[in-house]
């Protein structure tokens, strides 16, 4: 079935360290995104690409990054520069941004401990 | 940047009645794509309704529309006979339509909790 895979649903981060969260998406789309959730905050935009091998820093961008190596893929690593990293990372993708709502995937808990 | 602002943090609505929840928004293009998103506890992302600023017509789906006054930069949600089903987040989205290359960001506000009673 097509879909937008996230991995892990859950994940712990010793502080100091980087850590990668998956995004993998068979629906062909060209744009795929990545948002950060915190409670009564709704969704802030970290990055987004809209093709492969570029992406733009979206609202929240410091103390992540990401590459778009493949369209399938669209990882994020959050960095020990980001200083508060716990949230629920949701990532997104659309097959035109001019056009098409974004189909999300379940999602990554980031816990740093 | 566009910014997409939800007032009511909760509502509350009875089983089989009508609740409207608001957003509002701020751009300076004309046209652009809105939409409502609905989280459940599962906490995954599904589109409720999609509504284009070109079109004067409200969006509906079934038992959800839209009342989208774009002078006002209004776009609020109205679920008529309301299930225990709907209870969840519901996000209101915006996008730009443009033909450059570095505006295709999609923004959400903050969400409304929405609660059905029995």
């Known amino acids: 079935d097509g879909g937008i895979t996230q991995s892990p649903k859950y994940l712990f981060r010793k502080e100091g360290q980087n850590v990668t969260l998956s995004c993998e998406q068979n629906l062909n789309h060209d744009a795929m995104y990545w948002y950060r959730q915190d409670p009564g905050q709704g969704l802030r935009l970290i990055y987004y690409s809209q093709i492969v091998n570029d992406f733009q820093k979206g609202d929240i961008a410091e103390g992540y990054s990401v590459s778009r190596e493949k369209k399938e893929s669209f990882p994020l690593t959050v960095t020990s520069a980001q200083k508060n990293p716990t949230a629920f990372y949701l990532c997104?993708?659309?097959?035109?941004?001019?056009?098409?709502?974004?189909?999300f995937g379940q999602g990554t808990r980031l816990t740093v401990v | 940047a566009q910014t997409v602002t939800q007032s009511q943090p909760e509502m509350s609505v009875q089983e089989a009645e009508t609740v409207t929840l608001s957003c509002t928004y701020d751009t300076s293009e004309s046209d652009y794509y809105l939409f409502w998103y609905k989280q459940p506890p599962s906490r995954q992302m599904i589109l409720v309704i999609r509504?284009?600023?070109?079109?004067?017509q409200n969006a509906t789906e079934n038992r959800f529309s839209v009342n989208f006054q774009k002078a006002a930069k209004s776009f609020s949600l109205k679920i008529s006979d309301s299930q225990l089903g709907d209870a969840a987040m519901y996000f209101c989205a915006y996008r730009p339509y443009s033909d450059r290359y570095n505006n295709n960001d999609m923004r959400f506000g903050a969400g409304t909790r929405l609660t059905v009673k029995p």
């Open positions: 997104a993708s659309s097959i035109d941004p001019r056009t098409g709502s974004a189909f």
């Open positions: 509504q284009e600023a070109y079109k004067q």
